[in-house]
């Protein structure tokens, strides 16, 4: 009988399947964690057929959630506070496991399966061997990309002596091409729901997400450009920034919500983290960089205007246009475990990531150049309704044009022009209905119906700041 060990992360629901041979089903749970994550043969695994091609990803990507790692992305001993359970027991790491028979397909099989619990553990990742490690996986996927970046404005043979970085100029011209090349991919949600289905992504996951034509929201694009900047040797902090934050930034009660997970009455402080950005330090010099999009400006910044947005007396803001109206965005800097923190917990313990983002923090599944477009969620036509007289009434408000739909079709004349301006896009986004509405009756327990909303932003360029 074929043995399958599966693991799961029980926040995330990511899960992979590797299948074992009957000797190492009696195995205790570290031997097999150390034989096919710590070690995974990841290459022997697929050409056996013993993984799929995702689940082998997966493994690696467990390497990082189990193991901690030195700074030259060594791996380590296990996370404390890291806890593998089965049928919602604990289980010894140096005891054996229990195994469930069932079919797949005509063949019965035997299924160790394992969840990795993580809610006990704390903020001890190694961000310096992290970002080295996955760099490491696909080395000369993030090299090409780099590259191309430069060859957007210069030739092979250029980009190549650039990447040698053999000048402060150089590393500004990569810093701002990299730059660019993040800011110029989609805002977006929908990929959430669609491929992987990673309900967020590290800066790694959003380079490749990049790659393949999609994108993905603010602290995404800035872990992924964080992440390609690292590897050059670049030095960078994150900054939070939010709108109407004038004010000293409240680091320690950010810091308590951290530890807590408390965020009862902590609505206005968590204005101060609505949005990241990124700080480099070139040769004595600042630049602030914000290479997100959607609704945000380019921003590439020089030393002296850089110190006036992050000055701590009368701090200038960045004007953002909204879909309905302006904002003025403040940028902070701030200790590095709150930014670091905040963004591994999304990553790690926020199970509705994915939904949060959409609809709480209202990002709906892109914001492009000419459009929004959102999901709009309801449970009976009644519901619906109001929900469609409410979009309809903000967008009259702001002037701008808008089109709702009780069902997920982008079959009118403004979702027509949303295709034409960004088919790929569109693509994704009707993939993605079944998946995000299976996952908001999930969140909500109950059925919903799913329809789309389109808005027409009446763009005419002027929100980007061209610093070429």
């Given amino acids: 009988m074929n043995t399958i060990l599966q693991l799961t992360d ?39 057929n013993r993984a799929t091609p995702e689940s082998s990803e997966t493994l690696l990507d467990f390497q990082d959630a189990v193991y901690g790692c030195s700074d030259s992305g060594l791996l380590q001993g296990i996370y404390q506070g890291v806890e593998f359970v089965q049928s919602g027991r604990r289980v010894a790491v140096d005891g054996p496991l229990s195994a469930q028979t069932t079919r797949v397909g005509e063949v019965e099989v035997e299924v160790l399966d394992v969840g990795i619990d993580r809610t006990n553990a704390g903020y001890d990742r190694n961000w310096t061997g992290f970002h080295r ?27 190549d002596r650039i990447l040698q970085l053999q000048s402060s100029t150089d590393k500004t011209t990569l810093v701002k091409s990299l730059a660019w090349k993040v800011w110029d991919s989609d805002f977006e949600s929908y990929s959430r729901f669609v491929d992987r289905r990673l309900l967020y992504k590290t800066g790694d996951e959003t380079v490749r997400n990049i790659i393949a034509g999609a994108g993905g929201i603010c602290s995404e694009k800035v872990q992924a450009l964080k992440f390609l900047t690292d590897h050059f040797g670049i030095e960078s902090e994150y900054l939070i920034a939010g709108a109407d934050t004038q004010g000293p930034v409240p680091e320690d009660r950010l810091k308590e919500m951290l530890d807590t ?8 402080h968590m204005r101060y983290w609505q949005h990241t950005a990124l700080l480099y330090r070139i040769e004595g010099q600042g630049f602030l960089v914000d290479a997100t999009n959607g609704n945000i400006p380019f921003l590439f910044l020089d030393d002296i205007d850089s110190r006036q947005m992050l000055s701590t007396e009368d701090k200038a803001p960045v004007t953002i246009r909204m879909a309905i109206q302006d904002e003025d965005f403040y940028y902070h800097r701030v200790s590095q475990d709150i930014p670091e923190n905040l963004l591994f917990a999304m990553e790690a313990w926020v199970s509705e990531i994915d939904l949060v983002q959409v609809f709480d923090n209202e990002l709906g599944l892109i914001i492009s150049p000419g459009f929004f477009v959102t999901p709009i969620v309801y449970k009976s036509q009644a519901n619906y309704e109001q929900l469609r007289s409410e979009y309809a009434e903000a967008a009259e408000t702001a002037g701008l044009e808008c089109w709702v739909s009780p069902e997920w079709s982008l079959d009118s004349d403004i979702g027509e022009r949303f295709v034409a301006e960004s088919p790929q896009a569109a693509e994704k986004i009707v993939e993605a209905r079944d998946h995000l509405l299976t996952r908001y009756n999930q969140w909500e327990a109950a059925e919903h119906g799913a329809g789309l909303v389109v808005m027409a932003l009446g763009r005419d360029g002027k929100y980007v700041r061209d610093s070429r």
């Fill in 10 to 48: 029980t926040i995330t629901g990511r899960r992979c399947a590797v299948r074992i041979g009957p000797e190492e089903a009696v195995k205790s749970l570290s031997e097999l964690l150390e034989r096919y994550v710590k070690h995974s043969p990841t290459e022997r695994l697929l050409n056996e």
């Fill in 133 to 159: 490690r996955r760099w490491d996986r696909h080395a000369d996927i993030y090299d090409d990309f780099a590259r191309g970046s430069l060859m957007r404005d210069n030739s092979e043979g250029e980009a």
């Fill in 261 to 268: 997970f408390d965020f009862r009455f902590a609505k206005r």
